[in-house]
């Protein structure tokens, strides 16, 4: 007992913690539960926090609660209520794991070429597959970071509050990030995801060139792309039915996301003639985390034509162009008629109206299609020339080229007068128009007439070149029956079949080789001996015959006496050709001398008809007589037009510049008797002085293309050059033939020749002017005229012959535009030597063509080729080196709108959705 002690009364109530634990989490809110105990209730109480109080909040009677927000440290408070005071409590604040920064670095793959970008504050991206991302991140009261996905779990590498973590992600991922420290296990995990864009494959769209271009090769044209870039593009070929044995050939394309291709089928790929490949193009992106991947094309098929066959091709789509080309000209002659009408009406109406103004129009733009179409068949007659014995020097061919060049330019000339006609047609009267109507209708009439020439010596030309080709087939047929007889291995029914299927398609070449030299104005000698093509085929049956049996022994004299008798067929053709061209020349040039007589006699006549015309005076009874005589000379060069016109449909040499000559010599005929019966005399004496001049100019074209004929007569006893004679020659052997020709040109020249003088061969007593009296223009022609000639033929065939070495030796080595100057100027070489023969000229020219091919080997040889005697393995790799597109091709590739999808600089979601985009359209 304390009876000294004082002491208070109990509280009436008590205050009780109902919380299990004062204990929280930093930053997380916590809710004190208070209740009281006691004989009184109390209606409120208050929390004391520091120098702070509050309300608690009521909840029922006698309970109450509190919210603290986000404690950071340890909280000490009591709780007062009707001045009842509670002991001192305190609240514990635990430390949690808190992230103070997050960011992600994200790398790249370096083949797309996209510089590091980082993200901060989310761990959400999207992003190209293969990119290394890193996270860092920045901690407070951390111990450990976890990146989790639903497969496995990866620690942070911790430094000092900062951990690091860094993955390569290849597919799309969802994750966690997940702290802890000592107090708090797996505190918070945060959920993040990370969407990967794949690389698409590159995608390859290739078409073929449409048939409607008219293009003779094979080409193809291809777009490329892909998301980030593309890397190569391959031609990937092989024999049909052979996908094992490919081979690959490398397109150059650019490294970018798109590019379009043109290639022309078969290029430069290593292919064996007369052989069927399917091929498909292949291209590959940049991927290098796959690899490349790559996307092919569909499979195309094309046939490599072996020689004979391309020759077979050429041939048919020549006669298809001349065919279509004679139908045009058959048009022309409509058209000269309707000409004629214009000028008349021209001349009768002193004003047109609008009907006639059209009629002038529509023949205007008549003519214009008629042009253009005429100028087209024209380029597909030079090019089928262009493509046929490529590496074969041919003298008609070359004459048939230059010709047809010259034809394209007088066709340029005629648009531009039509397009002038065009300009001046509203003006009837205009005597601009007039003229131009008149020179359109001249330059017509002249080019009609080559074009007729050009038709026929074309068609001349390939019924000559089809005779030696099938008796080349026939040589070679012979030799295969020959080699089958021999060999008891292969000496087989089956094989014998296959030869008598080839003497059947030789026997219908023959068949189609007479119906087109039928066709010709002047036939050639083309024997056809249907009793040995007889005697052929029952030897041939007979020897299958044999074989059916398998007896060989009896088979084997059919087979020599078929493969004699083919032989004997194939030089019968051949000495028929060559006797059927020489007897040819020799009557061409004899007609050629008659020309030249008649035409030196008409331009003599037609001089004494100016002077009569000159000296009689106006109104003399004399005047009508001179008209008739001009008339009569009209008659008489009508004839020498006849028969210069006849002799150019199967002799090359009586150029285009004849045939204008001759047009102008008619021309002015035709004006001088029409201004000379309407008394403009003067007019008319200058246009009988033009008809003169023309002759003249005629003459002297005519005198040297006699020469020329002269010279190819000469040599065409020794024959003509082989095809492939010089071949095997490399280029130091060409070098050193080239300078002994040089040296045989030097000693073939006499002494007494000046400088810019020769010999020039073939020349004649020809009359070279109207005050000529038989003189020729380098006196009479020595005794050794038919001498020098040989000599100097002998020269032009090994000269032919080394050019065509050089031809062939460039192609060999993959060179071919390479020494383009040197071969040009060979051929320049060879006219010369026809034109002028042996002449100091002629030596310049072999020293300037010397001193190229020493340039051409020492270009060669920086280039890595050593020009030495070297075997001939083919060493070449495939370069897809391409000629110049045909002008169509080009035209039509420009037409083309072509959307050139370059990358854009989006982020990668936005990319995203412009590809799905795409995809869906």
Same mark, same amino acid.
């Given at each position: 007992?304390?009876?000294?002690?004082?002491?208070?009364?109990?509280?009436?109530?008590?205050? +009780?913690?109902?919380?299990?634990?004062?204990?929280?989490?930093?930053?997380?809110?916590?809710?004190?539960?208070?209740?009281?105990?006691?004989?009184?209730?109390?209606?409120?109480?208050?929390?004391?926090?520091?120098?702070?109080?509050?309300?608690?909040?009521?909840?029922?009677?006698?309970?109450?609660?509190?919210?603290?927000?986000?404690?950071?440290?340890?909280?000490?408070?009591?709780?007062?209520?009707?001045?009842?005071?509670?002991?001192?409590?305190?609240?514990?604040?635990?430390?949690?794991?808190?992230?103070?920064?997050?960011?992600?670095?994200?790398?790249?793959?370096?083949?797309?070429?996209?510089?590091?970008?980082?993200?901060?504050?989310?761990?959400?991206?999207?992003?190209?597959?293969?990119?290394?991302?890193?996270?860092?991140?920045?901690?407070?009261?951390?111990?450990?970071?976890?990146?989790?996905?639903?497969?496995?779990?990866?620690?942070?590498?911790?430094?000092?509050?900062?951990?690091?973590?860094?993955?390569?992600?290849?597919?799309?991922?969802?994750?966690?990030?997940?702290?802890?420290?000592?107090?708090?296990?797996?505190?918070?995990?945060?959920?993040?995801?990370?969407?990967?864009?794949?690389?698409?494959?590159?995608?390859?769209?290739?078409?073929?060139?449409?048939?409607?271009?008219?293009?003779?090769?094979?080409?193809?044209?291809?777009?490329?792309?892909?998301?980030?870039?593309?890397?190569?593009?391959?031609?990937?070929?092989?024999?049909?039915?052979?996908?094992?044995?490919?081979?690959?050939?490398?397109?150059?394309?650019?490294?970018?996301?798109?590019?379009?291709?043109?290639?022309?089928?078969?290029?430069?790929?290593?292919?064996?003639?007369?052989?069927?490949?399917?091929?498909?193009?292949?291209?590959?992106?940049?991927?290098?985390?796959?690899?490349?991947?790559?996307? +092919?094309?569909?499979?195309?098929?094309?046939?490599?034509?072996?020689?004979?066959?391309?020759?077979?091709?050429? =041939?048919?789509?020549?006669?298809?162009?001349?065919?279509?080309?004679?139908?045009?000209?058959?048009?022309?002659?409509?058209?000269?008629?309707? =000409?004629?009408?214009?000028?008349?009406?021209?001349?009768?109406?002193?004003?047109?109206?609008?009907?006639?103004?059209?009629?002038?129009?529509?023949?205007?733009?008549?003519?214009?299609?008629?042009?253009?179409?005429?100028?087209?068949?024209?380029?597909?007659?030079?090019?089928?020339?262009?493509?046929?014995?490529?590496?074969?020097?041919?003298?008609?061919?070359?004459?048939?080229?230059?010709?047809?060049?010259?034809?394209?330019?007088?066709?340029?000339?005629?648009?531009?007068?039509?397009?002038?006609?065009?300009?001046?047609?509203?003006?009837?009267?205009?005597?601009?128009?007039?003229?131009?109507?008149?020179?359109?209708?001249?330059?017509?009439?002249?080019?009609?007439?080559?074009?007729?020439?050009?038709?026929?010596?074309?068609?001349?030309?390939?019924?000559?070149?089809?005779?030696?080709?099938?008796?080349?087939?026939?040589?070679?047929?012979?030799?295969?029956?020959?080699?089958?007889?021999?060999?008891?291995?292969?000496?087989?029914?089956?094989?014998?079949?296959?030869?008598?299927?080839?003497?059947?398609?030789?026997?219908?070449?023959?068949?189609?080789?007479?119906?087109?030299?039928?066709?010709?104005?002047?036939?050639?000698?083309?024997?056809?001996?249907?009793?040995?093509?007889?005697?052929?085929?029952?030897?041939?049956?007979?020897?299958?015959?044999?074989?059916?049996?398998?007896?060989?022994?009896?088979?084997?004299?059919?087979?020599?006496?078929?493969?004699?008798?083919?032989?004997?067929?194939?030089?019968?053709?051949?000495?028929?050709?060559?006797?059927?061209?020489?007897?040819?020349?020799?009557?061409?040039?004899?007609?050629?001398?008659?020309?030249?007589?008649? =035409?030196?006699?008409?331009?003599?006549?037609?001089?004494?008809?100016?002077?009569?015309?000159?000296?009689?005076?106006?109104?003399?009874?004399?005047?009508?007589?001179?008209?008739?005589?001009?008339?009569?000379?009209?008659?008489?060069?009508?004839?020498?037009?006849?028969?210069?016109?006849?002799?150019?449909?199967?002799?090359?040499?009586?150029?285009?510049?004849?045939?204008?000559?001759?047009?102008?010599?008619?021309?002015?005929?035709?004006?001088?008797?029409?201004?000379?019966?309407?008394?403009?005399?003067?007019?008319?004496?200058?246009?009988?002085?033009?008809?003169?001049?023309?002759?003249?100019?005629?003459?002297?074209?005519?005198?040297?293309?006699?020469?020329?004929?002269?010279?190819?007569?000469?040599?065409?006893?020794?024959?003509?050059?082989?095809?492939?004679?010089?071949?095997?020659?490399?280029?130091?052997?060409?070098?050193?033939?080239?300078?002994?020709?040089?040296?045989?040109?030097?000693?073939?020249?006499?002494?007494?020749?000046?400088?810019?003088?020769?010999?020039?061969?073939?020349?004649?007593?020809?009359?070279?002017?109207?005050?000529?009296?038989?003189?020729?223009?380098?006196?009479?022609?020595?005794?050794?005229?038919?001498?020098?000639?040989?000599?100097?033929?002998?020269?032009?065939?090994?000269?032919?012959?080394?050019?065509?070495?050089?031809?062939?030796?460039?192609?060999?080595?993959?060179?071919?535009?390479?020494?383009?100057?040197?071969?040009?100027?060979?051929?320049?070489?060879?006219?010369?030597? =026809?034109?002028?023969?042996?002449?100091?000229?002629?030596?310049?020219?072999?020293?300037?063509?010397?001193?190229?091919?020493?340039?051409?080997?020492?270009?060669?040889?920086?280039?890595?080729?050593?020009?030495?005697?070297?075997?001939?393995?083919?060493?070449?790799?495939?370069?897809?080196?391409?000629?110049?597109?045909?002008?169509?091709?080009?035209?039509?590739?420009?037409?083309?709108?072509?959307?050139?999808?370059?990358?854009?600089?989006?982020?990668?979601?936005?990319?995203?959705?412009?590809?799905?985009?795409?995809?869906?359209?």
């Amino acid at each position: 007992m304390h009876f000294n002690a004082a002491f208070s009364p109990p509280a009436p109530f008590v205050f +009780r913690i109902l919380n299990s634990t004062l204990v929280t989490e930093q930053d997380k809110d916590f809710i004190l539960h208070i209740k009281t105990q006691g004989k009184i209730v109390p209606e409120s109480a208050m929390i004391f926090i520091g120098k702070e109080s509050y309300f608690l909040e009521t909840i029922k009677p006698g309970e109450f609660q509190f919210k603290i927000t986000k404690p950071v440290n340890t909280i000490s408070f009591y709780i007062k209520a009707n001045d009842v005071v509670s002991s001192d409590y305190e609240l514990k604040v635990i430390a949690v794991p808190t992230i103070s920064n997050f960011q992600m670095n994200l790398v790249y793959p370096a083949y797309l070429n996209l510089k590091s970008t980082i993200i901060k504050g989310t761990g959400n991206a999207i992003i190209p597959e293969g990119t290394q991302v890193t996270w860092i991140i920045s901690t407070n009261a951390t111990q450990n970071v976890m990146w989790s996905n639903d497969f496995k779990t990866f620690p942070f590498s911790k430094s000092s509050n900062s951990f690091q973590l860094t993955k390569n992600i290849v597919q799309n991922t969802e994750y966690q990030i997940i702290t802890s420290n000592n107090a708090i296990k797996n505190f918070e995990k945060l959920n993040y995801q990370i969407n990967v864009i794949k690389d698409q494959f590159p995608t390859i769209n290739i078409t073929k060139a449409s048939d409607s271009l008219a293009i003779s090769n094979a080409y193809f044209i291809g777009q490329l792309s892909d998301d980030y870039g593309l890397s190569k593009l391959q031609i990937v070929y092989y024999e049909s039915g052979k996908p094992v044995n490919t081979k690959r050939g490398t397109i150059a394309i650019k490294q970018a996301t798109f590019d379009q291709f043109v290639f022309e089928f078969p290029s430069n790929l290593d292919l064996v003639k007369g052989t069927n490949y399917d091929f498909y193009f292949e291209v590959f992106d940049n991927d290098a985390i796959h690899h490349f991947k790559s996307s +092919r094309s569909s499979v195309f098929s094309n046939r490599i034509l072996s020689d004979e066959e391309k020759q077979n091709s050429l =041939l048919k789509e020549q006669n298809s162009t001349i065919n279509s080309l004679q139908k045009t000209l058959s048009k022309q002659d409509k058209q000269f008629s309707d =000409l004629d009408k214009l000028q008349q009406m021209n001349k009768e109406k002193n004003d047109l109206n609008f009907k006639d103004r059209q009629k002038i129009n529509d023949f205007v733009n008549q003519q214009q299609l008629q042009n253009n179409l005429m100028k087209e068949f024209a380029n597909k007659m030079k090019n089928n020339l262009d493509k046929s014995n490529v590496n074969q020097f041919d003298d008609k061919k070359e004459l048939l080229q230059k010709r047809l060049d010259n034809t394209t330019k007088e066709f340029d000339k005629n648009k531009k007068l039509l397009d002038e006609l065009n300009e001046l047609y509203k003006k009837i009267k205009d005597e601009d128009f007039v003229q131009k109507l008149e020179k359109y209708k001249e330059n017509s009439k002249s080019q009609n007439r080559n074009l007729a020439q050009l038709v026929e010596l074309t068609k001349r030309y390939y019924v000559e070149k089809k005779a030696e080709q099938l008796a080349d087939k026939l040589h070679k047929l012979s030799q295969k029956e020959d080699k089958l007889s021999e060999s008891d291995k292969e000496n087989t029914l089956e094989e014998q079949k296959k030869l008598s299927e080839e003497f059947d398609a030789i026997q219908e070449e023959l068949k189609n080789l007479n119906k087109d030299n039928d066709d010709l104005k002047s036939p050639m000698d083309i024997p056809s001996d249907l009793d040995m093509e007889k005697s052929i085929k029952e030897d041939l049956n007979k020897a299958s015959s044999d074989l059916q049996y398998n007896n060989k022994t009896k088979a084997k004299p059919s087979q020599k006496s078929a493969a004699k008798k083919m032989q004997e067929m194939s030089k019968s053709i051949e000495k028929s050709m060559e006797d059927s061209a020489k007897d040819q020349i020799e009557e061409d040039v004899k007609m050629l001398r008659q020309i030249l007589d008649n =035409l030196l006699a008409y331009s003599f006549s037609q001089e004494d008809v100016m002077n009569q015309f000159r000296a009689t005076k106006i109104g003399s009874p004399s005047f009508n007589k001179y008209i008739k005589t001009q008339q009569n000379l009209k008659t008489q060069f009508k004839h020498i037009d006849d028969s210069l016109f006849t002799l150019s449909l199967r002799q090359p040499k009586i150029a285009e510049s004849v045939t204008k000559e001759v047009a102008n010599v008619q021309y002015n005929i035709d004006k001088s008797i029409e201004s000379l019966t309407e008394s403009q005399f003067s007019k008319g004496f200058s246009q009988q002085q033009y008809a003169i001049s023309s002759a003249n100019k005629l003459a002297d074209l005519l005198s040297n293309s006699l020469n020329s004929m002269q010279m190819q007569m000469s040599g065409s006893s020794s024959g003509k050059p082989k095809p492939g004679q010089g071949s095997g020659m490399q280029l130091p052997d060409i070098i050193k033939k080239q300078g002994e020709l040089s040296d045989k040109i030097k000693q073939g020249m006499k002494p007494s020749s000046k400088p810019g003088e020769g010999n020039k061969p073939g020349d004649s007593n020809t009359k070279g002017s109207q005050s000529g009296k038989g003189q020729g223009q380098n006196g009479d022609i020595n005794s050794d005229g038919e001498g020098d000639a040989k000599a100097t033929m002998d020269i032009y065939k090994q000269q032919q012959q080394l050019r065509e070495a050089l031809q062939e030796e460039l192609n060999k080595k993959g060179l071919g535009n390479n020494g383009q100057n040197t071969l040009e100027q060979m051929k320049q070489l060879e006219k010369l030597l =026809l034109n002028k023969g042996f002449s100091n000229e002629s030596i310049q020219k072999m020293n300037n063509i010397k001193q190229e091919l020493l340039k051409l080997e020492t270009a060669i040889r920086l280039q890595g080729e050593d020009p030495k005697r070297q075997s001939e393995s083919n060493l070449k790799n495939f370069s897809n080196q391409s000629n110049p597109l045909p002008k169509v091709l080009s035209d039509y590739l420009n037409s083309i709108e072509i959307l050139n999808r370059q990358s854009l600089p989006l982020r990668s979601n936005f990319n995203q959705k412009v590809q799905v985009y795409f995809k869906h359209k």
